[in-house]
């Protein structure tokens, strides 16, 4: 039997795109045939994809890498390179995808939503894309885009349509066992069940069946709010529970009565999260079969049944298909349709450090001077107008920047000139020729 995982991690790496191609059309009878190097293909993506066969995240435990294909390069000839394919990664319905820090990213509730997890690279311009009245024989090409690399925790809160709840060994095994085809283990012992099993439950008839989802929640103790007992594992999937059972003990284990037995279970639930005693719930009267008389329990629940003798068991499932019913028409709506969520990019920003560097933030400012060779005057000015038109020369006056202090955007720093009536870009501290000058006002 494959082992229930429910917390695991992931390191997505998206693929790099590929350089643009420097080429320059070199044909018999073709006078001056000017630049036609290809653009670079955009490396794949990585998508986290929900998906109602996966049962768990065993399969992230051993093996969390999950990486996209690269793209290919340009080619002469405007030839461009191939995007790289995306990987799909499939996961339970109910993942939550979360960061290191622990702040929400993601939460896949139904099934078919996808999220982006990586975002693959950009492939680079090839020369022929630099082609202009002004810039005849562009002698370079943008670089392409390092692919996106992340790692991420996963954690799965079951999506079922009934939770049912109670303390260790009180016979949730054995009724989810007797109303579905789920196998639970099942013995004479608290704390059988360690991890959660899901059944489902048809009602009815072939023109009229309803199907909903059980899951057997591991039995909870008091102080599992708290974490005893390993509480929070088993709570957090009750969370997205339409309906609880709350399956109450007619043996009366520790001599708690049926009433005492509720009142520790409801208060464990308010404690994790307020909103569950909200929820619609049955009060079950369990293992009838072992308690002669059983008639004095009918005012302490709404009902009394036994998964052995099969006392009570239709009437259950009926109750609990009609309440399951009720609670998928009041959710119905947009909030069912299948979502693509895409991380929101980041905007340029500035950020001072400790040693006086300042730091330009941000894809954007970064794909601004990804290129081949910055060396080459026409590739410094492309850079400059595109670090200009992005605004960054006035946010780092804003951020108060002086003469000769170090700017870093990516893989690139230089030094930063003033004078009288203008700032900008220093073209001497860029690799630069010196009889070429330009600054970013």
């Keep these: 039997m494959a082992e229930f995982v429910d917390q695991a991690q992931l390191h997505a790496k998206a693929g790099d795109g590929g350089a643009g191609a420097i080429s320059m059309r070199r044909e018999a009878h073709v006078d001056r ?47 461009h390179g191939a995007r790289g394919s995306e990987t799909i990664v499939l996961v339970p319905v109910g993942t939550v995808v979360e960061s290191l820090d622990g702040e929400v990213l993601c939460d896949l509730m139904t099934e078919g939503d996808r999220w982006l997890a990586a975002e693959g690279g950009r492939g680079g311009m090839g020369n022929a894309r630099f082609l202009s009245n002004r810039r005849r024989a562009p002698a370079f090409a943008e670089q392409g885009e390092v692919g996106q690399e992340t790692w991420f925790n996963l954690e799965l809160k079951l999506v079922a349509d009934v939770a049912l709840v109670g303390f260790p060994n009180v016979g949730k095994s054995t009724l989810i066992a007797s109303v579905s085809a789920a196998k639970p283990k099942i013995a004479d012992y608290p704390f059988t069940t360690l991890i959660p099993n899901l059944g489902v439950v048809r009602v009815g008839g072939e023109y009229d069946m309803t199907e909903f989802v059980m899951a057997d929640i591991p039995g909870l103790i008091e102080g599992a709010a708290e974490g005893k007992g390993l509480g929070h ?184 000139w003033m004078d009288k009536t203008m700032a900008g870009l220093s073209p001497e501290d860029l690799p630069r020729r010196p009889h070429t000058k330009r600054a970013a006002r």
Excluded at 261 to 286: G, H, T
Excluded at 376 to 389: C, F, N, P, T, Y
Aim: overall charge negative.
């Design 233 to 416: 594992q088993f709570l957090r999937h009750i969370e997205r529970a339409r309906v609880l059972v709350i399956l109450l003990d007619l043996a009366e284990p520790d001599g708690r009565s049926l009433a005492e037995q509720e009142a520790v279970l409801l208060r464990e639930l308010e404690d994790y999260q307020p909103d569950l005693i909200d929820r619609p719930r049955l009060r079950v009267a369990s293992r009838s079969d072992l308690v002669p008389d059983v008639e004095m329990a009918d005012g302490d629940c709404d009902l009394v049944i036994s998964s052995v003798t099969r006392r009570g068991l239709d009437e259950l499932v009926g109750r609990l298909a009609t309440m399951v019913a009720q609670a998928r028409r009041v959710e119905e709506g947009p909030s069912m349709a299948i979502k693509i969520h895409r991380p929101a990019e980041r905007m340029v920003s500035v950020v001072r450090h400790d040693d006086g560097a300042f730091e330009v933030l941000g894809r954007a400012a970064e794909r601004a001077v990804r290129f081949s060779n910055l060396t080459d005057d026409g590739a410094l000015d492309e850079a400059v107008r595109r670090l200009e038109k992005l605004g960054v020369a006035r946010m780092l006056r804003q951020a108060g920047i002086g003469e000769g202090a170090k700017v870093i955007v990516g893989d690139v720093d230089f030094d930063w």
């Design 33 to 79: 045939g000017g630049p036609d190097g290809g653009d670079g293909g955009s490396g794949g993506d990585v998508w986290l994809v929900s998906d109602r066969n996966q049962a768990s995240l065993l399969g992230f435990r051993d093996h969390p890498f999950r990486k996209a294909e690269n793209g290919t390069h340009g080619k002469g000839k405007k030839r």
